[in-house]
């Protein structure tokens, strides 16, 4: 079919995207940024096209004088935050195009607006149903924003002596600028370097900080800590619908936990990119378990009612997170969002929330990595079913379960759960860290929805 002729699934009528067959016989052309598993799951992909990505559109477009990308060559582009801040406001985009990132999705994962929207809801949720519904959000560290919130902050230090707290560049990742401290003097030094643009308006303004309770009884394997990496696709906020990833990792410092070391990165952040860079680091091992294995061995030791408390309680702050911005969020048929949430598990296997990311890692560290994230991405393709092979009833798509839809879903009644006193509860279309047969229910749900298309 020629560039020119070519009409996209999505407009056609009903039923000529209904008499088609399987992926294959329709041209999806694609835009991608990044060189990871991403762009292998798109090229792989059958019936998909690529064209340019937006640098070398954009340095043909201002060699040539032509607009540059965004006018509409494309049915799906995996942009950068960057490229949709600039272009956003911008660009037209027709009916069939689907575009990474919400506009304004910083709300979420920038750390001092995350924990102000999540602060917000709660008094909300206080007002309006009481003060033992606002307990549902006591799952994030007490945060202060620096340097807005300095004096309160002190005060709460100085009501809690002795105990530890993190600091962390609002903006930032991967571990950058963070340090913990115990002492208001290495604050206040800190302070000092940082903060003298205040007086000296030759420098540029302070960059936000977050300043955050440390959690100093993380739960620990092996002596190690480790926080959870969890997948969260967000398709719509108005309805609001979410979608959860069966398979995630845990990951693990390379060093044993101890609260004597407080200046070592490698015993307190998890993050991958800062654990690499240790001494005994070992690239073949790695530092992560999958989620299942996670919640195998939560099991094992502690009980399956307790494991279901745990991954209940992350349903909870994911939903929650979701929910406390789901007014701010500027909504857009065209965009969808594919979150990486940070939890981490105290000695009481309370977990928290720690961070909420955009544009979660998809550069794979090691063989089993690249297999779940391209499982992953092609899953959440398949959930967006720009080829229309789908019903769009599914409550499960591969690995991704739907857990929220305009309100909580419910898992199928062959999932429906006896409780002792004798009446049935069903419980959330949740499967975090459960067997995860992506390819076989793949082919299961789509000779059903081929088999509806038919009748
Ligand atoms: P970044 O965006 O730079 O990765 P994070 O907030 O994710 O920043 O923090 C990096 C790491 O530091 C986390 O993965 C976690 O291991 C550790 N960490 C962050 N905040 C806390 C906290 N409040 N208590 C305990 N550990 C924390």
Same mark, same amino acid.
């Given at each position: 079919m020629s560039k020119n002729t070519r009409v996209p699934g999505y407009m056609q009528s009903k039923a000529a995207r209904n008499t088609r067959g399987i992926i294959g016989d329709r041209e999806i052309r694609f835009k991608c940024s990044l060189q990871n598993t991403i762009l292998d799951v798109l090229r792989g992909r059958p019936g998909w096209q690529e064209v340019p990505g937006p640098n070398i559109q954009q340095q043909n477009s201002q060699q040539n004088n032509k607009p540059a990308a965004?006018?509409?060559?494309?049915?799906?582009y995996w942009c950068d935050r960057e490229w949709l801040h600039q272009n956003y406001d911008t660009m037209f985009l027709h009916e069939h195009q689907k575009i990474l990132h %919400?506009?304004?999705?910083? =709300?979420?994962?920038r750390k001092n607006l995350m924990v102000k929207n999540l602060k917000r809801l709660k008094k909300q949720t206080e007002r309006e149903q009481?003060?033992? =519904?606002?307990?549902? %959000?006591? %799952?994030?560290?007490?945060t202060y924003e620096l340097p807005s919130e300095y004096h309160i902050f002190v005060e709460e230090f100085k009501r809690n002596p002795g105990i530890t707290w993190i600091m962390k560049p609002?903006?930032?990742?991967?571990?950058?600028?963070i340090f913990l401290f115990r002492r208001l003097k290495d604050i206040t030094d800190w302070k000092k370097g940082e903060y003298q643009p205040l007086t000296d308006t030759t420098r540029e303004v302070p960059e936000t900080y977050v300043v955050q309770r440390y959690i100093e009884n993380p739960y620990l394997i092996g002596g190690r800590k480790f926080d959870i990496r969890i997948y969260v696709l967000v398709v719509?906020?108005?309805?609001l619908k979410v979608w959860l990833y069966r398979d995630g990792f845990a990951r693990f410092s390379n060093t044993r936990f101890s609260?004597?070391? @407080? =200046?070592?990165a490698y015993v307190h952040l998890t993050n991958v990119s800062v654990q *690499?860079?240790?001494?005994?680091?070992d690239p073949e091992k790695g530092c992560k378990w999958s989620t299942m294995r996670l919640r195998q061995y939560l099991t094992a030791k502690h009980g399956s009612e307790a494991v279901k408390k745990v991954f209940k309680g992350i349903d909870n702050i994911i939903t929650k997170g979701l929910q406390s911005v789901q007014k701010i969020i500027i909504n857009d048929k065209h965009c969808f969002e594919m979150y990486g949430y940070d939890i981490l598990l105290d000695s009481d296997l309370k977990p928290w929330l720690i961070e909420i990311n955009?544009?979660?890692?998809?550069?794979?560290?090691g063989k089993e990595d690249y297999e779940l994230k391209f499982g992953l991405l092609n899953d959440l393709l398949n959930v967006l079913d720009l080829e229309n092979?789908?019903?769009?009833? =599914? *409550?499960? @798509?591969g690995g991704w379960d739907?857990?929220?839809?305009d309100g909580p879903v419910l898992a199928d009644d062959g999932n429906m759960e006896c409780t002792t006193n004798g009446t049935s509860v069903t419980t959330a279309n949740s499967f975090l860290g459960c067997h995860n047969d992506r390819k076989r229910q793949l082919r299961e749900i789509y000779t059903s929805a081929q088999a509806i298309k038919k009748t």
């Open positions: 965004g006018d509409g060559d494309w049915d799906f %919400f506009r304004n999705h910083y =709300e979420l994962t009481g003060k033992s =519904e606002g307990l549902s %959000f006591d %799952f994030h560290p007490t609002a903006a930032k990742s991967q571990g950058k600028g719509s906020y108005n309805p609260l004597d070391s @407080i =200046e070592d *690499k860079n240790a001494p005994d680091y955009a544009s979660p890692s998809l550069t794979a560290s092979r789908l019903t769009g009833k =599914e *409550k499960r @798509i739907l857990l929220w839809d």
